[in-house]
């Protein structure tokens, strides 16, 4: 649907303009204009915000830009006390972490959300997609505190052992598990974002048209085959969406992680190791920034991590429009 | 039956038992960790968990009282800020939405929903703490409030856009103004759902951590003050966790416990809130 820019779009159960119009919708009240001033305000606080966050932050960041150019994203010094500052190892380990949870996670919120939309029984559908949220309502530092007395003792006892027995000669598993490593801090985001991803995608796709299963199964596909062959496919720039919102999130979360990845400054190829991020940086050093220099050089952190998320969101978020349009999917996901 | 045919069908059947089992897998997910927290939680639960400070570290005893009572207020003063700006918000998208502003607004806010909460945090920390040279917890629920806006102005757009055009018409046949047709007759039909997304969002807020780290930074002492720095069970979560004593990380899960409980009772209150609104619409 196009319409022009500077028209608003007609609703559509309004029957079109009737002629003769009543003093009350003609909009010459003097407490509508008010009322309408007063939301407009309020609405312009969001744009405010936006554009307030990118001034302060580059702002605020400037000394850091002009000092050590765009060599801060690829170098990997982080030196406070010589006042040299590269964010290349935070910056790795956002990607690899967040990647990492990816891996973890699509599959599984794919997994659940098919299962509520396709096959499970109707009276089920209410309680699983309830308790899949309620994932997302528990507090990142419960689920750190989760990671480092449950998580944590659970990978070292149950999972390296037999990994590492099976695949510790390739350089990823190599190395001693000490517990807090990329491997911890991959796993508690993965279970994080299962919720976003799978309450997107389940919306995704029950918004695909029933006409969609009906065709396939129409023309002799199994149930699975007109799930994987109609439904998919038809909603697959939303399920994309879905993946970017919740890579969105990852890369955005803070306390979580810092409390299992081990927060060490160093590019590592090894799962096992420990390695640290953009927003565990900005979580253990902001308040400890002694110069300006380290201070304006987390600020830098801080601007390309909400550079990157906010791209990252709002391409999600036309994928989404496209296939479920206008609906703030996922955002009721608590 | 040919083979094909039966080997599709053996594959269609692995398929839905492999996506039941995922979804088996992330309901586990949720009741170990629900378990963990209940059953590591509870034996520090006791009288004095909820109207003591905490001691130095390495005593025992001691409780959260400054934790609890700082949640409530940061999370009160938060929410005093946050609840207002965003169910506007959320009216402005559902009465005047349809326009250019209206497009921009709505797709900042499903963007905002998911901007870091630490950068918040950095955003709260240069308005507030840098010019006032203090952490405070008023800079702590500025952060909150900010967080938790995006989130609440699509939900109220969302639930005002429930409601029938017909009820709207009435009203403004009658005589009603627009303004008051919209508050009186619309906002108050979605009411319900505006309530749902009010609990939801201070749902949230109350568990936030980062954006309150240097800001409202944590306090041992008890503290009412806003204009000082407050403790809240987040950032006593945190420590306590992160900690080297037995004590500590008792004294985490418990906390985290109380936390959870409040969190859980706020989004099972916004799941009652919605079931109210179905009710009586059917």
């Known amino acids: ?334 | 039956m040919n083979i094909r045919q039966v080997r599709r069908n053996v594959m269609s059947a692995i398929m839905t038992g492999l996506v039941a089992l995922l979804s088996g897998l992330a309901v586990l997910t949720l009741v170990l960790i629900l378990g963990d927290l209940v059953a590591k939680g509870a034996t520090a639960l006791d009288w004095n968990f909820f109207t003591k400070n905490p001691v130095p570290a390495g005593e025992s005893g001691g409780g959260v009282a400054n934790a609890i009572v700082g949640t409530a207020i940061i999370v009160g003063l938060g929410s005093l800020i946050g609840l207002p700006v965003g169910i506007g918000t959320g009216l402005y998208l559902a009465e005047y939405g349809n326009g250019r502003l209206g497009w921009i607004v709505r797709f900042l806010a499903d963007v905002m929903n998911g901007t870091p909460s630490i950068v918040i945090g950095i955003f709260a920390w240069t308005w507030l703490v840098k010019p006032m040279g203090q952490f405070t917890a008023l800079a702590g629920a500025l952060a909150l409030a900010v967080l938790m806006i995006p989130m609440l102005a699509r939900t109220t757009e969302e639930m005002v856009r429930l409601v029938p055009h017909a009820l709207r018409e009435a009203a403004l046949a009658l005589g009603y103004s627009r303004w008051r047709t919209s508050l009186r007759i619309v906002a108050r039909t979605a009411l319900a759902g505006i309530v749902t997304g009010c609990l939801v969002g201070v749902a949230r807020i109350a568990g936030e951590t980062a954006p309150l780290l240097f800001t409202a930074l944590g306090n041992l002492n008890f503290s009412t003050s806003i204009l000082h720095p407050m403790q809240t069970l987040s950032l006593q979560i945190y420590v306590y966790a992160t900690g080297p004593f037995d004590e500590w990380h008792r004294l985490a899960w418990a906390a985290a416990l109380v936390l959870m409980g409040l969190v859980l009772t706020l989004a099972l209150g916004a799941r009652w809130a919605i079931r109210q609104r179905h009710a009586s619409g059917r």
């Open chain 1, 1 to 334: 649907m196009t319409t022009l820019p500077l028209e608003p779009a007609p609703t559509p159960a309004e029957p079109t303009s009737p002629p003769p119009v009543p003093r009350a919708l003609r909009g010459v009240n003097r407490g509508d204009q008010i009322y309408r001033g007063v939301l407009t305000l309020l609405a312009l606080t969001l744009p405010f915000l936006l554009i307030a966050f990118l001034g302060e932050l580059i702002v605020n960041s400037w000394p850091a830009i002009t000092r050590f150019g765009p060599a801060f994203v690829w170098t990997s010094v982080w030196d406070p006390v010589a006042g040299v500052f590269g964010a290349a190892p935070m910056i790795f380990g956002t990607i690899v972490s967040s990647l990492l949870a990816l891996v973890i996670a699509v599959p599984l919120a794919l997994g659940v959300a098919i299962y509520l939309t396709e096959f499970s029984p109707k009276w089920l559908r209410g309680p699983v997609s309830f308790l899949v949220e309620m994932l997302a309502a528990i507090p990142s530092v419960v689920y750190g505190l989760w990671g480092i007395f449950v998580l944590i003792p659970f990978l070292r006892t149950v999972v390296v052992p037999p990994l590492k027995l099976v695949f510790g000669w390739t350089p990823f598993l190599s190395g001693v598990f000490y517990g807090n490593s990329m491997l911890a801090g991959g796993i508690i985001l993965a279970i994080m974002i299962v919720p976003y991803i799978a309450a997107v995608s389940r919306e995704v796709l029950l918004a695909v048209p029933g006409s969609q299963r009906e065709a396939a199964l129409g023309m002799g596909a199994t149930r699975w085959e007109a799930v994987w062959t109609a439904v998919m496919p038809y909603g697959r720039a939303g399920l994309i969406g879905a993946t970017m919102l919740g890579l969105g999130r990852a890369l955005g979360e803070t306390m979580a992680v810092t409390m299992v990845i081990g927060n060490r400054h160093d590019i590592g190829v090894s799962l096992l190791q420990p390695a640290y991020t953009m927003a565990a940086a900005i979580a253990n050093e902001f308040s400890e920034a002694t110069t300006n220099l380290y201070l304006s050089a987390l600020f830098e952190v801080g601007l390309i991590l909400f550079v990157i998320t906010v791209l990252v969101n709002a391409f999600a978020r036309l994928l989404i429009w496209r296939v479920a349009r206008g609906t703030a999917a996922g955002s009721r996901a608590l």
